[in-house]
Nanobody, 124 residues
Framework: QVQLAESGGGSVQAGGSLRLSCAVS????????MAWFRQAPGQERERVAL???????GYGDFVKGRFTISRDTAKTTLYLQMNSLTPEDSAMYYC??????????????????WGQGTQVAVSS
C-alpha cells in the first residue's frame, strides 16, 4: 500500500519557477516507478515526467528542458522543479507511483497509486 500527497502548487507569473513535492508513505517496494502528470480543464491528462528507482528519468515533449524530476535517497519524496513557466503549464499536477519498473508499464498512465493533486496557476 502506498499513499501520495502533493504540495508546492500555487500562483506564479510567467517566467517564474515552482517546486512541487510528493510525500510517499507506505511500502517503498510498491513505488518503483514514479511520475508527475498534469491535467488542465477540457484537456486529457498528460505525463510530465517519470523516474525509476535507479534514477533514470524521462520527460514529455512539452517540457522543453524546463522541468526536472528527482527523488530523495530514501525514496520518500518525489520532486518536480519547474522553471520558465508559461500560462500553458497551468493545470492540476498529480503524483503517481507503481510497483513495476517504468519500462514495464504498457500505457502511459497505467499507475497503481495516485495523489489528490496540487493546483498550478501561471499568469501572463
Amino acid at each position: 500500500q502506498v499513499q501520495l500527497a502533493e504540495s508546492g502548487g500555487g500562483s506564479v507569473q510567467a517566467g517564474g519557477s515552482l517546486r512541487l513535492s510528493c510525500a510517499v508513505s507506505g511500502s517503498v517496494y510498491r513505488s518503483v516507478c514514479m511520475a508527475w502528470f498534469r491535467q488542465a480543464p477540457g484537456q486529457e491528462r498528460e505525463r510530465v515526467a517519470l523516474i525509476d528507482s535507479d534514477g533514470s528519468d524521462g520527460y514529455g515533449d512539452f517540457v522543453k528542458g524546463r522541468f526536472t524530476i528527482s527523488r530523495d535517497t530514501a525514496k520518500t519524496t518525489l520532486y518536480l522543479q519547474m522553471n520558465s513557466l508559461t500560462p500553458e503549464d497551468s493545470a492540476m499536477y498529480y503524483c503517481a507511483a507503481d510497483p513495476n519498473y517504468c519500462f514495464e508499464l504498457l500505457e502511459e498512465d497505467d499507475f497503481m497509486y495516485w495523489g489528490q493533486g496540487t493546483q498550478v496557476a501561471v499568469s501572463s
